[in-house]
Structures are given as C-alpha cells and as structure tokens.
C-alpha cells in the first residue's frame, strides 16, 4: 500500500498540475472515442500502449477480456457496453486479448479449476473458442496458447455482437468493432483482419488510416 500512497502523492503534487486545464474540462463531462476491452493482468496498461489521457479510454476489465453474449439476466459487462454505446456513443471498440494470459492458459492447457468455481464458470464464456482450438493441431504448448488467446479475442467479437446496442450502432455505420493482441514482451499488437480473417501487423491493418494521418500531419 505504501507504493500507492507515495504513487498518488505523486501524483497529486507532479502529474495532476501538468493537466490541470484537462481536469477542469473533464470535472463535468467526458467524451470517450472508444470503449476498450481487455484483460485484468497487470502487464497490460490500456492508456499506456494507446498513449491516451484520461477521458479517451472507456475501459472494461476482466478476466480473459470477455464479453459474456447477451442473455435476459445481462450482468456487469452487458451494463457497461450498452452505457459506452447507446449513451456516450463511442465510435470504436477494441477487444485486446494478451500474451502468456492466465485465463487463456487456463484453458489451453486444460487444467482443473475445481477450486476456482467462479473463475471455472466465468471462462465458459470462451468455451466457442476453446472448442474450435482443440480441433487444431499445434507444434507446441506456446502455439496452442497463442491460438488460444487469438480465438477468444475472435469469440468475444462475435459475443459483442449479439449485444442490442452493438448491433444498431453497426447498422447505423456508427460503430467500428477491433480485434487486438498484445504481445507483453516485444511491446506489439497484432489486429485481426477481417478480409483476410487473421492477425496482422498494427502497420498493416491500418495502413490506410496511418497513411492519412501522415499526410495529413504533412500538410499541416
Ligand atoms: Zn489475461
């Protein structure tokens, strides 16, 4: 605790006058582009790898960065996605699956979870994923847990989808869904490319929307 407490002081006393103009527009109102979706690790810092200030992220955390489908008895998730859209309309959603992710290596590897009975019931919701993975082959444990993490972040866009809120935003064009992995050791995403249906480089599956950006900084 001690850490936390020295952190915030920090904080206060270093960080918080640097932004004191941002908190002042933010002390009443916040506009989030995107809502985004990961795991509850410890190594994966949301605002850290996008490099976004406070007010820009709409986060949701949880083990193995699920999305439970929609169901009559809609839970914690199911609130908070349909806050992030129908609400504050974010634009964008990105479900970030990560590397070496306990829940995925959990399942991956199969191991027996009678002794975590909640953690047991909330990794069924990647159960589409872990079924399509063990009728693959892989070359190793490393492979197979990496397919692993990569299906769940596919399952859990199909998952979103079933979401109302989701759907309608879709239909009005307004709403642009991301499927991401991020590799804790060598500090890269993968996306996943929905023509080519499989992950690609971050330069590559937004190539174009990089190429505007540079012209765009060009020109100005
Ligand atoms: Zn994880």
């Given amino acids: 605790m001690k850490n936390l407490i020295e952190g915030f002081l920090k904080f206060q006393n270093e960080a918080f006058p640097q932004r004191t103009e941002l908190f002042k527009h933010l002390a009443t109102t916040q506009q989030p582009g995107t809502l985004f979706i990961t795991c509850s690790d410890s190594r994966v810092v949301p605002e850290l790898l996008t490099q976004q200030e406070p007010g820009e992220l709409f986060v949701i955390r949880n083990a193995g960065n699920i999305v439970p489908s929609y169901s009559p008895h809609p839970g914690g998730v199911s609130a908070t996605v349909e806050y992030a859209v129908a609400v504050l309309g974010v634009t964008d959603?990105?479900?970030?699956?990560?590397?070496?992710?306990?829940?995925?290596?959990?399942?991956?590897?199969?191991?027996?979870?009678?002794?975590?009975?909640?953690?047991?019931?909330?990794?069924?919701?990647?159960e589409s994923a872990k079924v399509v993975n063990e009728a693959r082959p892989h070359a190793n444990d490393a492979a197979k847990l990496s397919a692993m993490v990569r299906e769940n972040v596919i399952a859990q866009l199909a998952n979103i989808q079933t979401h109302p809120s989701v759907r309608l935003a879709q239909e009005k064009g307004l709403l642009n869904l991301h499927g991401w992995v991020y590799d804790i050791e060598h500090g890269t995403v993968a996306a996943y490319d929905d023509t080519q249906r499989e992950f690609v480089s971050i330069e590559e599956r937004y190539a174009a929307l990089i190429d505007a950006s540079a012209k765009a900084a060009a020109t100005a």
């Fill in 93 to 126: 959603i990105v479900i970030c699956g990560h590397s070496d992710c306990g829940a995925m290596t959990a399942i991956a590897q199969c191991k027996c979870m009678d002794h975590l009975p909640a953690v047991s019931g909330w990794l069924q919701h990647a």
